[in-house]
């Protein structure tokens, strides 16, 4: 599937990928769940859905609706716990699949000690800071909207574990570039942008929220432009590598974020709707470079061509 | 019982045709390496036939439970209520329609011997139908079917052809009894039945739930809810447990034991 | 069109209107271009492209591209200016027809001298200050994302008009809330959100950003649930009445911006690919309010039936 | 010149068929009270049939030349290039297209007797066939068609039937000369002309431009502009003056007297 002339492999964070096409945390599961449809090990990885301390149930139903070109979410990031993931989930991968783990908690502490406990755990390559979660009143807002909470929030994460660390930024601020810096000055190996952008809808013939939170994730090709715009002012904001999301469902996506300034990227919703959507991207990103002459699939980052910006 | 295999196809449609009032049937071609499915087990359909050139609205796909298999042939039976089900309903034969499945766990097998009651409420009653065809050889299978009117009544012609007991009702009697489909459930059980199989709006299970717990007979559920993925990894069709924490219908279900869940609080 | 028994006449900011649907700046032009199409008295109003001292020429093109369920655009304010508009377009419009002037200006004195100019205008039943044009590198952005300075701006409009005072907030914000109380502080008369949302697109076969501006402003269905979030949110912040905008295209989205607590509507993208959306938002608004046994269309108002919260 | 009407109508597909390679023809019911419209005017067409259910996803309409009209039949020549046009292209007779129009200002009437030259590059072929309808009975016209091979080639046929002069290019020389529609234009010029009536891509027109003010020949470009509205409310549609400033080309084009625009900055 993949043209013998083109190098897709990229370094993110210090971890040298297969390729650069990963899953997003939430939409892959376990990243079991995808083994019906095709060997995991064909992705540059996946991003496992964000672990707490604790075992963690979520928020009643109903938890999804869908709206224009994309869905609302409101899951509350229900996980197994760091506990069951080490020991049922992890073992369970075939060897070679890099894993993202993702890490979450309502406290600073929390997050640190799930980051120690995940740090050494065999196949699982960098860790993936959710300071974005939109819809957890007690968590995600809060640490990723503020810059110092932030600022706290990675010193902590960075000082529990010595695998390279990823930042998931929130979208839901005024100035994405300024927590990019935080990040950046923290000793954070690598930005992830954008998690979903806090929404709202109503169903206007019960005139209740669509959602039992009320509040929920914006997720889909409807966000592909603020994503891209977000990327783009923090790759010229900081030299960390950027780990792009956001309505990624086509190589030609993808290959937007790559040219403002990702060096990797990670499908999400669309894997729901098409359960082989993260391997299209892969061969088609393969595809484009050998369509345009791209050698290696790094020399798209940041290959914009818009001069004097 | 282990996982069947799950795949997508891009499934050319066959037929796509009214089944009278809001109910139509769509015969996909899925191929012939296609898995067997137990009765129960749902598909994911894209929400209307692929386009000629990517659109992203609406998103999702919908699912839908396998009606009937016929070697490369897979039907189902669907009521037009939303964007989705209208889309999909303008499919045209050659179209393509991306599928994805079998999907969930189905039925529990009958007992060989045991009276069971099957009730399907609305569009729940394409995801009963499987499980007639399979459980009459096992013994005796009374089918109860609902809906609002006789034209919004589905499959009762393939029902008939089983040869099963089966018995109608609708709001507003315009086919078998005026009612609600949960009163003939009540006169079923009254005449003897060993476990009851059900699907349909949740008011409706709720009530068949009742119904079995009070006669004291096992009540397997099939929810309807809203999915997005449909194979375990959105978390968006959670159901309350009895238990403390929640089911995923698309992966624990969609078949459920009724006492394991917290019915009153289904969606 | 209008069923006899419903009241479609709202309240906004002091102003009695017809009926609670406008039509968004920018997207309406000066509303000649309209007339064509229908009588512009059967609108609650219409919000005139925003003004400036000096007539503008805007950006180069491509300003506009389309993108997953809605578009982006940077115009960067082209207008003809406050003189030309008093003079040439204002004067054409049949009497009866409620215009809401839009303001906008590189410096809050320019701001300032518009909003005179304009009051006492006839026709101009309230003026809506832009603080959130997000594609100006030297104006709205900073104006609208700025506590401060929005602070000053609304202080400066509000002291050079006596018509109601609308300000239209920018999106592109942490927490709309905290500029909405901001706006409430400062004396104005009401609120509208949202403005498009800051976005960006790439064409990969060019790698040359989309629009010559690279930044546009997201608009159309794709950001509804965003808006919607925003006006709750917002509502839930302040007492001033509230224009709801964003994504609305049918009298359902319309609905869902009343029951979250927004006053009134605007139709923005939408009068683009339907010239007749307005129109057609306030005729379903009608015949929604007549299904659901609803006497006046002002009651919809915050009606979410959302208990605890 | 007072604007003519304009409106809004869901129209009926009569026709939509293959014209060869990539090209098509798009016959729409309009209705009788569709308003008259000059040589270079247009409508816009909803990316694809209107759907059965709404989705908003492509959102904008597309501007199209008016090919012909007759009676309530309205004609537009398309190529299939992008999502809106794939759309287009799927549209079954029955279905409807939002069409709005007829827009903008067309070509001026060329002068009794004056011998004129009509360019038309790729789609532009479309906009350009109706002024060659209206002018072959006012002075002698000579049409000049370019594409990249023969197959591209819009309404040869339709322009071959009105007897008019006509010349081709093509980029591989599949049909006519080999090479550029311009470097026809420019041996046209030198054998005589009165006026040059351009539409095509931006650097067929630059050449077009040059090579009439190197003549001292007027020159009317038609342009194809990206559009979001088509009359003139979003602004999206800007290209630069000579003068400092923008015009529009949905209101004050699509054509333009070539010297009135900084043709370099085209789009
Ligand atoms: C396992 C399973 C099997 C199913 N089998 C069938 C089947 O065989 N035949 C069939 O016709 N339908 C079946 N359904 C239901 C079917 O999926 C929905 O009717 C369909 O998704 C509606 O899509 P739509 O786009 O037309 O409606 P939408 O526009 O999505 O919705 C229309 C209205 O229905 C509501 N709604 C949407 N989805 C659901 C839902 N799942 N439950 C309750 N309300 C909903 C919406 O809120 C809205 O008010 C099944 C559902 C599940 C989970
Ligand atoms: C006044 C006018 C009259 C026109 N008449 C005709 C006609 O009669 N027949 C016809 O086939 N076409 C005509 N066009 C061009 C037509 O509008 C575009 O080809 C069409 O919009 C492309 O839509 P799409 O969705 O298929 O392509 P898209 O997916 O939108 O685009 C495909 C590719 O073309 C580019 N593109 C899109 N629109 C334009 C454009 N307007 N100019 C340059 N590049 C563009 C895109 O960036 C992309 O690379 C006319 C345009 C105008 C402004
Ligand atoms: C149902 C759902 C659950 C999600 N759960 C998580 C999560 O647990 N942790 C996380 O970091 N992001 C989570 N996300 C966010 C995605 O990883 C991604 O950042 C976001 O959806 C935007 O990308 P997309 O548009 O491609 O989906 C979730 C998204 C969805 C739709
Ligand atoms: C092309 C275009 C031009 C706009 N110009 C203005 C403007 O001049 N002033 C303003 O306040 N808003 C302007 N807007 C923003 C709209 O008024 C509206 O706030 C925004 O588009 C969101 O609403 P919508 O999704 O319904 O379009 C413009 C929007 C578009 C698409
Ligand atoms: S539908 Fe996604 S987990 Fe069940
Ligand atoms: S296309 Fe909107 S102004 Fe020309």
């Known amino acids: 599937m993949i043209p013998e002339e083109v190098d897709l492999s990229v370094e993110l964070a210090g971890v040298r990928l297969r390729n650069p096409v990963l899953a997003a945390s939430g939409t892959f599961g376990y990243g079991l769940e995808f083994e019906p449809f095709f060997d995991l090990r064909?992705?540059?990885?996946?991003?496992?859905?964000?672990?707490?301390?604790?075992?963690?149930?979520?928020?009643?139903?109903?938890?999804?609706?869908?709206?224009?070109?994309?869905?609302?979410?409101?899951?509350?990031?229900?996980?197994?716990?760091?506990?069951?993931?080490?020991?049922?989930?992890?073992?369970?991968?075939?060897?070679?699949?890099?894993?993202?783990?993702?890490?979450?908690?309502?406290?600073?502490?929390?997050?640190?000690?799930?980051?120690?406990?995940?740090?050494?755990?065999?196949?699982?390559?960098?860790?993936?800071?959710?300071?974005?979660?939109?819809?957890?009143?007690?968590?995600?807002?809060?640490?990723?909207?503020?810059?110092?909470?932030?600022?706290?929030l990675v010193r902590a994460t960075r000082a529990a574990t010595s695998l390279p660390l990823l930042v998931k930024l929130s979208p839901n601020v005024t100035s994405v570039a300024e927590m990019a810096r935080v990040c950046e000055g923290e000793g954070a190996d690598g930005l992830s942008l954008i998690n979903a952008v806090q929404a709202f809808d109503v169903d206007p013939e019960t005139r209740r929220p669509v959602l039992w939170n009320g509040l929920g994730g914006l997720s889909g090709p409807a966000i592909l432009p603020i994503a891209l715009r977000m990327v783009w002012q923090a790759a010229r904001a900081v030299k960390l590598p950027i780990c792009g999301i956001g309505g990624i469902a086509t190589a030609a996506d993808a290959v937007k974020f790559l040219l403002v300034g990702a060096s990797a990227v990670q499908v999400g919703t669309a894997n729901y709707l098409n359960p082989l959507a993260a391997l299209e991207v892969r061969d088609g990103l393969a595809a484009y470079c050998a369509r345009h002459g791209v050698a290696r699939v790094a020399d798209l980052r940041g290959a914009l061509d818009f001069p004097g910006r | 019982m282990s996982a069947p295999a799950t795949v997508r196809v891009d499934a050319a449609v066959l037929e796509n045709e009214s089944e009278g009032g809001p109910n139509r049937r769509l015969r996909l071609d899925v191929g012939a390496a296609w898995p067997d499915s137990a009765p129960g087990q749902f598909v994911m359909l894209s929400p209307g036939a692929l386009p000629a050139a990517v659109r992203w609205d609406p998103l999702l796909p919908r699912p839908m439970a396998v009606f009937r298999r016929e070697g490369a042939a897979l039907d189902v039976l669907y009521k037009v209520t939303g964007r989705?089900?209208?889309?999909?309903?303008?499919?045209?034969?050659?179209?393509?329609?991306?599928?994805?499945?079998?999907?969930?766990?189905?039925?529990?097998?009958?007992?060989?011997?045991?009276?069971?009651?099957?009730?399907?409420?609305?569009?729940?009653?394409?995801?009963?139908?499987?499980?007639?065809?399979?459980?009459?050889?096992?013994?005796?299978?009374?089918?109860?079917?609902?809906?609002?009117?006789?034209?919004?009544?589905?499959?009762?012609?393939?029902?008939?052809?089983?040869?099963?007991?089966?018995?109608?009702?609708?709001?507003?009697?315009?086919?078998?009894?005026?009612?609600?489909?949960?009163?003939?459930?009540?006169?079923?059980?009254?005449?003897?039945?060993?476990?009851?199989?059900?699907?349909?709006?949740?008011?409706?299970?709720?009530?068949?739930?009742?119904?079995?717990?009070?006669?004291?007979?096992?009540?397997?559920?099939?929810?309807?809810?809203?999915?997005?993925?449909?194979?375990?990894?959105?978390?968006?069709?959670?159901?309350?447990?009895?238990?403390?924490?929640y089911a995923l219908v698309c992966r624990d279900g969609p078949v459920f034991e009724a006492a394991s869940l917290r019915v009153d609080g289904l969606p």
Request: charged share 20%; proline share 7%.
């Open chain 1, 42 to 152: 064909e992705l540059g990885g996946f991003v496992a859905k964000s672990l707490t301390l604790e075992p963690r149930h979520g928020n009643p139903p109903p938890r999804i609706a869908e709206v224009a070109a994309g869905m609302l979410n409101s899951i509350s990031l229900e996980n197994v716990g760091v506990e069951a993931f080490l020991r049922e989930k992890l073992p369970r991968l075939p060897a070679g699949v890099a894993v993202v783990a993702s890490v979450f908690g309502t406290e600073i502490e929390q997050y640190a000690e799930v980051c120690k406990r995940l740090t050494g755990a065999p196949g699982v390559v960098a860790l993936e800071v959710n300071a974005s979660c939109p819809h957890v009143k007690s968590g995600g807002i809060e640490f990723g909207q503020d810059p110092r909470v932030l600022a706290t």
């Open chain 2, 84 to 245: 989705g089900t209208a889309l999909l309903a303008a499919a045209q034969p050659g179209e393509r329609v991306r599928t994805v499945g079998p999907l969930g766990c189905g039925f529990p097998e009958p007992a060989p011997g045991a009276r069971i009651a099957l009730v399907g409420g609305g569009t729940g009653i394409a995801s009963v139908f499987d499980l007639a065809v399979r459980a009459r050889a096992r013994g005796p299978v009374t089918a109860l079917l609902g809906a609002r009117r006789a034209e919004e009544l589905m499959a009762v012609a393939a029902f008939r052809a089983l040869g099963v007991d089966l018995r109608l009702a609708t709001d507003d009697g315009s086919a078998g009894q005026r009612g609600l489909v949960t009163e003939l459930l009540a006169q079923v059980l009254s005449e003897g039945v060993d476990a009851v199989y059900a699907c349909g709006p949740t008011p409706m299970m709720q009530r068949a739930a009742a119904l079995a717990a009070a006669a004291a007979r096992p009540c397997f559920l099939s929810l309807e809810n809203r999915m997005a993925c449909g194979f375990g990894v959105c978390l968006g069709c959670a159901v309350p447990r009895s238990a403390p924490g």
